[in-house]
């Protein structure tokens, strides 16, 4: 809607790739882009060429594994190589890795911090274990703990190397030096070198982040990603024990069957340009019916919007990952996206406290999703956003009155500041806490949501119990 700059002016233009306010041209662009990396047909037909490719060649099945000795997750995933490497006949190639200081990687530390975190929230379900740790890894510890893992990494000695990282972010500085007394070959020089060439070759094949699958074209984040990467191979045949049982299955969201009577209450921080959100928002409105939860809605802007860059390989991978993950909840999503970055959101957010206050806030936001995510409306028009205010339910004529108001300002401010005061920084996020306000579980991302739901139903299990 180009008569709205004004309500523009407060938020920073990163330009290039990741532009927060682009023009009608660059928006087309960036619309073609995101359906191109979420297309299922694409991703089918690359799927085939590789496979043909490698039995033309005469190949194995490929894995490169990249671990990050002070990484959380990378703690989990390290835990089931053995397993994996048992189940499927597969080259499995394990690179030890350093954290990427980028773009890509905009809150290092936060990200260190949450990996400890939310490993130690889940690792249960997936019957791993995780030391309960807060401290982020000694650098020196770790620099002395990559020329091991090295060794280990080459010989695939996996179990070895869950002792080794369990130690480097137990900070367990006896453990090192017990890893210490066998004979490594490794020197410190050739081990810097070593990782380096292993960042490389991530950076080569299109990726940035510890516990990193990569398989003939694609990506898969640890064990909460290796579920699409074992049905693939598993479509393949390479399943060596010919079931079907996965190593790591996605834990399913549960509704029920406990309702709460008014003692919890789940925070849900969302944001209109991400598409994790856009495929979990519905699902988490019926997480809240379903349980009888109060549910706040806390958006925030996007993060490009918030002054942080987004790279072009970072885009890819996550329209890509939200397409494969909007299939399994079985959601027909990303063939008509129009990109809302900038305007769009900023139109939507000036609308919002008058729809929450007129009882439609949820349903605008819902309505703006479907527009820009699932029917490729541009919601940079006049009728793309007056049919999204119109499906809320809600007047246009005295929405258009209300765009240049600023109240939203502050309200989306301070959602921000409390979503990173939780220790999480991008979308969607969730808080769940008590009748008293105490946080239960606050945790990060549309693949949280199951967490989300046990949690529930445990808090609401030993509250029956303690009444009983």
Not at 209 to 224: H, L, P, T, V
Not at 240 to 249: K, R, V
Not at 403 to 425: A, F, S, V
Request: with cysteine; proline share 5%; hydrophobic share 35%.
């Amino acid at each position: 809607m180009a008569d709205t700059d004004q309500t523009s002016a407060k938020f920073e233009n990163q330009g290039g790739v990741a532009d927060s306010n682009p023009n009608s041209i660059k928006r087309w662009l960036s619309s073609v882009f995101m359906r191109r990396q979420s297309s299922l047909d694409r991703r089918r037909k690359s799927r085939r060429s590789a496979e043909k490719d490698r039995q033309k060649n005469n190949e194995p099945h490929l894995i490169h594994y990249f671990h990050e000795l002070d990484d959380g997750y990378s703690l989990l995933a390290v835990q089931v190589l053995e397993q994996f490497k048992v189940k499927y006949d597969v080259d499995l190639h394990c690179h030890i890795a350093s954290r990427e200081t980028s773009n890509n990687i905009p809150e290092p530390d936060l990200l260190n911090r949450l990996s400890r975190t939310d490993g130690q929230l889940i690792a249960p379900y997936f019957n791993l274990l995780f030391p309960a740790t807060k401290e982020p890894a000694d650098p020196e510890l770790l620099k002395q703990a990559n020329i091991i893992a090295l060794e280990l990494a080459e010989n695939k000695e996996f179990s070895e190397l869950t002792g080794l990282t369990t130690a480097v972010i137990s900070n367990n500085h006896g453990a090192i030096k017990a890893f210490q007394h066998q004979t490594y070959k490794i020197d410190p020089e050739a081990s810097e070198k070593k990782i380096k060439r292993s960042n490389e070759l991530r950076k080569q094949l299109g990726h940035y982040s510890g516990a990193m699958f990569y398989y003939a074209g694609e990506w898969y984040w640890g064990i909460d990603r290796l579920y699409h990467l074992e049905k693939r191979l598993m479509e393949l045949g390479v399943n060596n024990d010919q079931s079907d049982a996965l190593i790591c299955p996605r834990p399913e969201i549960v509704m029920g069957p406990l309702k709460d009577s008014g003692n919890l209450k789940l925070r849900f921080f969302p944001s209109l340009r991400s598409p994790y959100t856009s495929i979990i928002f519905d699902k988490t409105l019926e997480l809240a019916e379903e349980t009888g939860i109060e549910l706040e809605i806390s958006p925030v802007l996007p993060m490009v919007m918030r002054g942080v860059p987004v790279t072009m390989q970072k885009s890819s991978y996550i329209m890509s990952d939200a397409a494969r993950e909007a299939k399994e909840l079985k959601i027909d999503w990303g063939k008509r996206v129009y990109d809302p970055i900038g305007e769009p959101v900023i139109n939507c957010y000036a609308l919002y406290p008058w729809a929450k206050r007129s009882g439609k806030g949820d349903a605008l936001l819902r309505a703006f999703l479907q527009c820009a995510f699932f029917e490729g409306i541009n919601t940079n028009s006049t009728s793309g956003m007056k049919l999204v205010v119109e499906r809320a339910g809600l007047d246009w004529v005295q929405a258009k009155s209300r765009l240049y108001l600023g109240e939203w300002e502050p309200l989306i401010e301070k959602n921000r500041r409390d979503m990173y005061d939780l220790g999480c920084w991008g979308v969607p996020s969730y808080e769940l806490s008590d009748s008293t306000g105490e946080t239960l579980v606050a945790t990060w991302g549309q693949d949280r949501l199951w967490l989300i739901s046990r949690a529930i139903q445990n808090y609401l299990k030993e509250s029956k119990t303690s009444n009983e």
